[in-house]
């Protein structure tokens, strides 16, 4: 089977071709298990990182108007690549929310406008779901539904405009157990490299500067809030953490040409987000006997967080099992959205009945579990 994955919800326009080929579907509720393949023929992911740069963060108009703009060549060179038509598509699958509206309806309007020009079944996709799915399944090129012996899971999701502690009780099932009360751990990393004037997005930048403090050997002589750390829930705030930054900034103005400072700095802010991300993390997994601790979104490109948690898994948890999807699908891309999409239709015994182009709409607040 031949699924297109579309992906608009922030500022990457995102175009996949996978393959599924998997044996019959196990029908709902069952479990989806080890009996599909993944294989990814293209992934192909338009950033808008220089559109957004001046700006410091993701303009929504800006966004859409680029969206608009590389849709339709992102679409031609993933077909190409994947040696496939338009023709041959078996499934449509598209991010409808949550996200920026104005990101989400020039992809939802295009997969819509696409799926009845060619009558294609189409399926609205949750983009924190399929974050989630991209650690559970992806290990490109090959991919595979491991068992389910690994649910429950913890996942967290970190990215640029969302912080969640997800239940995963099995493919298909969620419930949200924490989440931030005001910035993304992601939005964090960005409005630090603003305020330091580092650029757009933050978050590479600054664990960059980061690792060059990290090689030194040093200890760092900042000390940065690690804000709701010891709280009883699994709730984030990251606002507090930037406007401790900014405060800092304004205390130490003459340092601010030192690069050495900066990288500690970049190291404290850092280090502050990861501790806060661990700790609940591996307490609510500890709490849910999770069987497995999956990390998922843009922030799980960073290797520090990537390692700290592993590491801490194993030395706390060795019985938890620690999914990451490879980095180029932390961030956002089509091909999580075009297996999450086909996971979805193999567990929905109504799919295909009727028009389903009508069905789709674009959400922004959408949260994973709600119905779409
Ligand atoms: O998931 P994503 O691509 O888009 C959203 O859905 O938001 O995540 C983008 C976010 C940005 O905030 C970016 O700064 C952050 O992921 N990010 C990182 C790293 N790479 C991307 N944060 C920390 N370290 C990284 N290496
Ligand atoms: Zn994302």
């Known amino acids: 089977m031949l699924i297109l994955g579309i992906e608009t919800s922030c500022d990457d326009t995102g ?31 338009s950033s808008q990182i220089k559109t957004h740069a001046p700006f410091g963060g993701v303009v929504p108009n800006l966004a859409a108007r680029e969206h608009l703009k590389n849709i339709e060549p992102c679409l031609k060179t993933a077909l190409l690549e994947a040696g496939i038509k338009l023709k041959d598509i078996d499934l449509i699958t598209v991010t409808v929310g ?8 020039i992809g939802v309007n295009f997969a819509k406008a696409l799926a009845y020009r ?3 079944p189409i399926i609205g996709v949750n ?21 389910p012996k690994l649910f429950p899971a913890v996942a967290l999701v970190v990215s640029g405009g969302h912080t969640q502690l997800v239940l995963v009780k099995k493919i298909g099932d969620y419930k949200i157990i924490g989440e931030t009360r005001d910035d993304a751990a992601g939005e964090c990393f960005d409005k630090v490299a603003k305020l330091l004037n580092l650029g757009y997005p933050g978050g590479p930048i600054i664990s960059t500067k980061a690792e060059e403090f990290r090689i ?31 405060y800092l900034t304004r205390e130490n103005k003459e340092k601010l040409n030192d690069e050495k400072f900066i990288q500690e700095l970049c190291r404290e802010t850092q280090q ?79 799919f295909g009945r009727g028009k389903s182009w009508q069905k789709i709409k674009a959400n922004s607040n959408l949260r994973i579990g709600q119905k779409m």
């Open 127 to 147: 983009h924190i779901e399929a974050h989630i799915i991209a650690a559970v399944a992806a290990t490109s090129p090959k991919s595979r539904i491991p068992n």
């Open 118 to 120: 060619f009558n294609k």
């Open 272 to 350: 502050a987000i990861i501790d806060v991300l661990t700790e609940k993390t591996l307490k609510s997994a500890k709490e849910y006997k999770a069987k497995t601790i999956i990390l998922a979104g843009g922030v799980a490109a960073n290797k520090e967080l990537r390692n700290q948690l592993e590491l801490r898994i194993k030395n706390q948890e060795s019985r938890i099992k620690f999914l990451v999807p490879e980095m180029k699908l932390c961030t956002d891309n089509g091909a999580m959205i075009a297996m999450t999409g086909y996971l979805a239709v193999k567990r929905d015994p109504d």
């Open 98 to 105: 949550p996200g920026l509206i104005p990101s989400l309806l």
């Open 15 to 45: 175009i996949a071709v996978i393959k599924a080929e998997g044996k019959k579907p196990i029908p709902a509720p069952e479990q989806v298990r080890c009996r599909v393949n993944f294989d990814i023929l293209s992934n192909v992911v």
């Open 216 to 246: 030194r050997n040093q200890e760092s002589r900042i000390k940065l809030p690690r804000p709701m750390i010891n709280h009883k829930n699994y709730d984030f705030s990251f606002s507090g953490l930037k406007t401790a930054v900014l």
